[in-house]
């Protein structure tokens, strides 16, 4: 495909909605790598950054919006065009949600670290953020070089995300059984884990938005699931 | 096979078909080996940018090419199971079962009334007046002018707007009764508000004709037509539905056509 279009303002306004949403993917990442940092060394100044952070991103999925309507009324994109605005369009709505989901993280880290709950121990979410920031990052690559494979390979993974937050489900369970004056802090880390995971389930939809965008057509496999937290039950006899 | 299938796979049997159709002005070819089928009941749009063949290839169906002396078609263009090029063809009835609508409308320096009738008149299609008065009649409100021209059908065709003269000339060429209609840019000396209604004609007549439109909006091809055919430089690069066409085409250079990025 030629790159450029006989307008160009054209390619202005397309080279402006990608770099708003790769902006956006480099914020969303760091804003999740503070609130796990803030969580581990319980500070909550830095919580608080997170939690004020958000605003800017909301910030700029308007704006990428307003772009994008813009670009659908006045240019009226046709094939590759159209699924990119489109795609992006919503791709954008994706790292939002993660948005408010890390800062949703970071406000109940300032609840628990303010307020000294135990939390027992928090390995197996760190590993999930870890995980999670890895496929934001990978994702805004993929993105970015019109990789598909790429995009497939990180749909895949939020798999391991899901069985990350089984075992914590399972852990945190056990815990709270132990001793009942844990339950306030594991209710909350249970929380941020169920935050994490739809934060992978929301970067599993990027990358089904990047397949379509790139190949026009969806993945036709059904993503695999491996949440089973849904039918968990923990017998206190068993333990 | 049901009967809801068979009724289905009727539907979408190709009313014209055009078969390795090459058309030369002089020695210049204009058309290269094109191969495309007409589905009935279903409007067909043909795009591409300025001198690629999409108006000759059009004119194809009708044989008006006929018209320009230096004009020379060859290939197989069936319709309704004939070759349209045979030496037995009466082109004046293939046009009354062909029509046409073209860029410019053109009424005839007669009446409302007279420019609708002009046809079934030279075909001899009315048993009466009674008879043709009805024709005219359901003729203009096919063509969405009859409500709009009732009070007034012995005033001259000329004295109508331009969006109103445009769709006199389709109730002209409604009136004689064909199975298709080929229209060439048909709005593209019309307001948007006149292009609206006549794309909304479109799609009310489908259930009684076959159009194929050329179009240089492929805004327009996109809003009212079913499936499109994309040339450029003669060839016919690409046809499908024209979902696909917009948001996935097959071929690189309909990508780089209809997002701007070849004229």
């Known amino acids: 495909m030629n790159d450029d279009h006989i307008v160009s303002s054209f390619d202005e306004d397309m080279t402006r909605l990608e770099t708003m949403f ?10 999740l790598k503070s609130a796990t940092r803030a969580l581990r060394k319980e500070d909550r100044v830095l919580a608080k950054q997170v939690v004020k952070g958000d605003k800017q991103l909301n910030k700029m999925e308007a704006e990428l919006n307003d772009l994008a ?43 628990i670290t303010k307020a000294s709950a135990d939390t027992g121990p928090i390995e197996t979410l760190i590993r999930m953020s870890d995980i999670v920031q890895d496929m934001i990052i990978t994702i805004m690559r993929a993105y970015k070089n019109r990789d598909t494979d790429l995009a497939m390979k990180v749909r895949a993974r939020d798999e391991s995300v899901d069985t990350s937050h089984n075992a914590l489900f399972r852990e945190m369970l056990t815990y709270m059984m132990e001793d009942l004056r844990n339950i306030s802090g594991c209710m909350h880390v249970m929380f941020m884990a169920k935050n994490i995971e739809r934060m992978g389930d929301n970067v599993a939809d990027i990358a089904k938005e990047i397949i379509y965008m790139n190949t026009g057509d969806w993945p036709e496999d059904k993503r695999i699931k491996s949440d089973k937290t849904s039918r968990m039950i923990m017998d206190p006899d068993a333990l | 096979m049901t009967n809801d299938t068979a009724a289905q796979s009727e539907a979408l049997a190709p009313i014209m078909t055009a078969r390795g159709v090459d058309v030369f002005y002089g020695k210049k070819q204009a058309i290269k080996k094109v191969s495309l089928d007409i589905p009935e009941n279903q409007i067909t749009a043909l795009i591409g940018p300025s001198g690629c063949g ?10 008006m090419n006929d018209t320009i002396e ?58 009466s007046k009674e008879h043709l008065e009805d024709i005219v009649i359901t003729s203009l409100r096919r063509a969405g002018l009859y409500d709009e021209v009732s009070d007034r059908l012995n005033e001259p065709g000329t004295s109508l707007s331009g969006g109103q003269q445009q769709r006199l000339c389709i109730a002209r060429a409604i009136a004689v009764d064909p199975q298709i209609i080929l229209m060439d840019e048909p709005c593209s000396a019309l307001d948007p508000i006149a292009t609206a209604i006549i794309e909304n004609l479109m799609d009310s007549m489908k259930e009684k004709y076959t159009i194929v439109i050329v179009t240089h909006s492929m805004q327009q091809a996109a809003r009212v037509s079913q499936q499109t055919a994309f040339f450029h430089l003669g060839e016919l690069v690409e046809s499908g539905d024209t979902e696909t066409i917009f948001t996935n085409p097959a071929q690189e250079r309909t990508q780089n056509y209809i997002s701007g990025r070849i004229g």
Do not use: W
């Open chain 1, 22 to 31: 790769l902006e956006m993917g480099e914020i969303v990442t760091e804003q």
């Open chain 2, 70 to 127: 230096s004009c020379r078609v060859t290939g197989d263009i069936q319709f309704a199971g004939q070759d349209i090029y045979d030496q037995k063809v009466d082109v004046v009835a293939l046009r009354s079962r062909i029509g046409m609508v073209f860029q410019k409308a053109n009424p005839f320096p007669k009446s409302i009334f007279d420019n609708v009738a002009y046809g079934p008149r030279i075909h001899s299609l009315s048993e």
């Open chain 2, 54 to 63: 999409k108006s000759t290839f059009l004119r194809c169906f009708n044989r």
């Open chain 1, 69 to 111: 309507i813009k670009i659908l009324a006045l240019r009226q994109p046709f094939a590759g065009d159209l699924r990119k605005v489109v795609t992006t369009l919503k791709s954008a709505g994706h790292l939002e949600r993660i948005g408010d989901l890390t800062r949703n993280m970071a406000q109940r880290t300032n609840t």
